[in-house]
């Protein structure tokens, strides 16, 4: 996306795009499957937290049968929600370039890219985390 999207905006810079040929662009290029990764990330999380509420489902006795499944399926519902919350973001920074791009104001471009940079920091640290 990021080397597409630059290309397109060095073609706005020279003049030979506008600023809201290169938003339809990434309307309609890049926000929709942004879209959907995300959609199917909620349905991930919601599986992962019913399958975790499975486990720890406890029987008669007070005991719980899953007990092992517990803490890998604590981690797998973790990085799914950090993964989540790494698609929501990019979602917002994306209509954030939009917005820049049709309203001319370069310093919202640069906002989104750096919120860009924190969301990919944040899923990065997400995944080194000990699982």
């Known amino acids: 996306m990021a080397t597409e999207l630059n290309a397109e905006v ?3 810079q020279s003049g030979r795009r506008s600023g809201n040929d290169v938003a339809t662009l990434v309307e309609a290029r890049f926000l929709p499957p942004l879209l959907d990764a995300r959609s199917r990330s909620e349905q991930l999380v919601d599986q992962l937290r019913r399958q975790l509420a499975d486990f720890e489902r406890k029987d008669q006795y007070g005991r719980m049968a899953r007990w092992r499944d517990l803490d890998p399926a604590r981690n797998e519902l973790a990085l799914a929600i950090a993964w989540q919350q790494y698609l929501t973001d990019r979602e917002t920074d994306c ?3 939009v ?3 049709r309203q001319g104001t370069p310093d919202r471009m640069s906002e989104a890219n750096r ?3 924190a ?6 640290a997400a995944l080194r985390r000990p699982h």
Do not use: H, K, P, S
Request: no cysteine; charged share 40%.
């Open 95 to 97: 209509q954030l370039r």
């Open 99 to 101: 917005e820049a791009l």
């Open 119 to 124: 969301a990919a920091g944040r899923l990065r």
């Open 10 to 12: 060095l073609q706005m």
């Open 115 to 117: 919120r860009d940079e």
